[in-house]
């Protein structure tokens, strides 16, 4: 009989746009009932909802005490029948303040670290956490984490350069951290869209990035500059910054877009760039590579191990190498196109395929240990 798997989904249930860790999670959950295997799943959440990964015919778990402490013989079963405490394996998902209370669950643990919402490095966290509520939720985790990290069987990470942060920084043993990269979803691909207008794409709503797009302009760049997403920590500044230069008209603030926007935007901009502090994975950077988008970033983190040499990486204070990059690219054609094949082949490495077998392995060896 194959093993019971629980995997923590409520972070979807949350969700009004599926990016980050709700992206990862649905994609994982949709394509762990795709492969073959004898594990039966077990989808841990805590309220009904309709989401299509409900609808899989896989098993739910849904705790419906509001309080999670003491945490045994607290959970009962939506679909199934089954304690949370008969469960081989327990896939903690999302590591909030809510979630590490499954630590307590008799099953053996795993749980993925996506980067800046478990451990954020003290350089950044003035610029991260501008917010008393986002201080007070980080240093509660930097509290909890040491002491239930013994609790923990495996680490997942999606990135060589996460994995080093938790072994250096918390002092996960090597042997505990697992990287298994996430993957662009298959809706982002080339597509033929109608065109209206020249722009530059970014994710990144930071002061920089519009000193950056001023100086394009300065340089004769007639592009419009769309910024989609929300940055606690620069938004209001940047908005700011783009009025006092007076080139407020020239950049648009879409916010939070859902998938089919995003993918119409990947592929009629004319490059993709993100200006990043930190970053423990960066799907956007792949999403745009998949759809045909040249990438101009910044070498920070974990984003070498995911551009590769299909894009350009620059320094993150570098601002002259990052506007002689994305005018290069704006410019010369043959650099455009030989950017977009590489982009297209390096997106075809990852896939949630992949990223489901190998994490159906991580439950496996935990079991067996």
Partial sequence: MGLKT???????????????????????????????????????????????????????????QKFLFPISNRFVSFKAGERLEDLDVVHITTPTISEFALCFAPAKKVLTVHGTDLYVPPKYRAKLH??????????????????????????????????????????????????????????????????????????????????????????GVKHKLVVFGYRAYGYEKAKEMA????????????????QPDLVRLYNTADVYVRIAMYEGFGLPPLEAMACGCPVVTTNVGSL??????????????????LVNAIYEVLTNDGLRQDMIKKGLERAKMFSWEKTARETTKVYEEVVKN
């Fill in 130 to 219: 501008t917010e008393p509520k986002d201080w007070f939720v980080q240093k509660l985790k930097s509290i909890m984490l040491p002491k239930l990290k013994e609790t923990i069987s495996v680490y997942v990470t999606a990135s060589q350069f996460l994995k080093r942060e938790l072994v250096e920084n918390l002092r996960i043993p090597d042997a505990r951290v697992k990287v298994i990269p996430f993957a662009a979803s298959e809706v982002f691909k080339p597509k033929e869209f109608q065109k209206s207008m020249d722009f530059i794409l970014s994710d990144t709503p930071v002061p920089s990035l519009i000193k950056i797009y001023y100086n394009l302009k300065k340089r």
């Fill in 6 to 64: 629980g995997i923590t989904t409520n972070v979807v249930d949350s969700a009004r746009y599926y990016k980050g860790v709700a992206n990862y999670v649905k994609n994982l959950v949709l394509n762990l009932s795709k492969i073959n295997t004898n594990h039966k799943f077990y989808l841990v959440h805590f309220q009904e909802h309709s989401d299509e990964i409900y609808q899989l015919g896989l098993n739910e778990v849904v705790i419906r």
């Fill in 304 to 321: 070498p191990e995911v551009v590769g040499d299909a894009g350009i990486l620059k320094n993150q204070g570098d601002i002259e190498g």
């Fill in 243 to 258: 009025a006092n230069l007076g080139i407020q008209n020239d950049v648009i603030f879409a916010g939070h877009l859902p």
